[in-house]
């Protein structure tokens, strides 16, 4: 078999890959379900299902929640850490750590109040060192 013939099999397979995967998505099946049984990413399950005409809500950037801002802040500020609110409320560290920044609270060092209590190191002499 040619490298011509394999690429046109590959071809053929995509092709019947891509209507199996757009009759699910007519059924009823998530996008989610569509990427797992395909092993395929969901940007991209989505990407073939729109090029094969699947009318699909448009792309978006996450999905927008409501989060209780005053409680995350109460919550951090009694000094819970960013990860652990974070998975309290099912969202990542990332949206809470952009959520206290907008909301103009002070983020601690990482390490906590570790950080804070550890010994700092001696200056650096080196910047006084002649060579």
Known sequence: MTSDERYHDKQIGRVERNRQMLGKWRAGASITQIADEFGLSLSWTGRLLRQEGAVMPEIRQ????????????REYEAGGTLQNIADAHETSYGT?????LREKVAIRPHGGQNAIDRPKPP??????RTW
């Open 96 to 100: 809470i750590r952009r959520l206290l």
């Open 123 to 128: 200056p650096d002499d080196r910047a006084s």
């Open 62 to 73: 996450g999905v927008r929640r409501e989060l209780d801002v005053p409680r995350i802040v």
